[in-house]
């Protein structure tokens, strides 16, 4: 219902005026030896240099950049973002947002889970009640996704987000085979400093490049597992003797 809808947007907007007036006339005017030429030049990479196919080609855009999941709003969103980049110059952060919808308690409430399975059944069973209940997984979706730029990112409000001062943001969301939904955007922080005068100061100001280089250092962690070390090597025996001996054949692992 929401193709149809969307979809219909694009065709009303193609049928007022002269569009399909014009339309008509451009089908009519071409052959298929043309259409057929200028396909195999565009699939080799090449451009159409047919005025009126090029006419057709936009016509078709009109209409499916309204149309979710088709290429003509994948170029509709790409050309959104050429705009966000004129307008507030190259993004410095990308992101991504993948929630693990399967493992979240909000997700698979209701699961009958029996104390007898394994993991991978566990998991196939999430994975089912997931894929089952799209409606609350696009909640769940919508959640998350509404608490990170309202509460974390705070674009445009002045306050400082985890990411500093952001001034705008750019996102689309996709989904993958199993239809769990995630979202990939850009960021511009507040006063969008050019990259190139960042890599002159750079090399030329040693103070900053070390505070440049303490940052991320700060900022990012590593840490291990200890008990979870411990019960993976007790379930592997063989691990402690090819540790002392790691030139010894490895066929076994």
């Not at 029996?114 to 994975?127: F, I, V």
């Not at 979202?183 to 960042?198: Q, R």
Request: charged share 25%; net charge neutral.
């Amino acid at each position: 219902m929401i193709l149809l809808r969307q979809s219909t947007v694009g065709n009303f907007l193609q049928s007022r005026k002269d569009y399909w007036v014009r339309a008509q006339a451009d089908i009519l005017s071409i052959s298929s030896d043309e259409l057929r030429m200028t396909a195999l030049r565009m699939k080799d990479g090449g451009k159409c240099e047919n005025p009126t196919i090029r006419r057709l080609l936009s016509n078709m855009r009109l209409i499916s950049a309204y149309n979710p999941e088709s290429f003509g709003r994948k170029l509709a969103k790409r050309h959104q973002l050429f705009g966000q980049i004129v307008r507030f110059g190259i993004p410095a952060i990308w992101f991504t947002i993948n929630p693990s919808d399967p493992k979240n308690p909000v997700v698979v409430a209701g699961v009958d889970i029996h104390p007898h399975m394994d993991r991978s059944e566990l998991n196939r069973l999430r994975r089912l009640h997931a894929i089952g209940n799209p409606t609350i997984v696009a909640q769940y979706f919508d959640f998350v996704v509404d608490s990170f730029f309202t509460k974390l990112l705070w674009t445009d409000s002045g306050k400082v987000g985890i990411l500093g001062e952001i001034s705008n943001h750019f996102a689309v969301v996709e989904e993958n085979n199993l239809h769990m939904l995630h979202l990939h955007g850009f960021a511009w922080v507040t006063g969008n400093m050019n990259f190139t005068k960042l890599q002159d100061r750079v090399l030329a100001d040693l103070d900053f490049r070390n505070r440049l280089v303490t940052y991320p250092q700060t900022a990012v962690s590593e840490v291990v597992d200890e008990m979870w070390a411990e019960e993976y090597k007790d379930g592997h025996p063989d691990l402690d003797r090819f540790m002392d001996n790691p030139n010894d054949s490895t066929e076994q692992f």
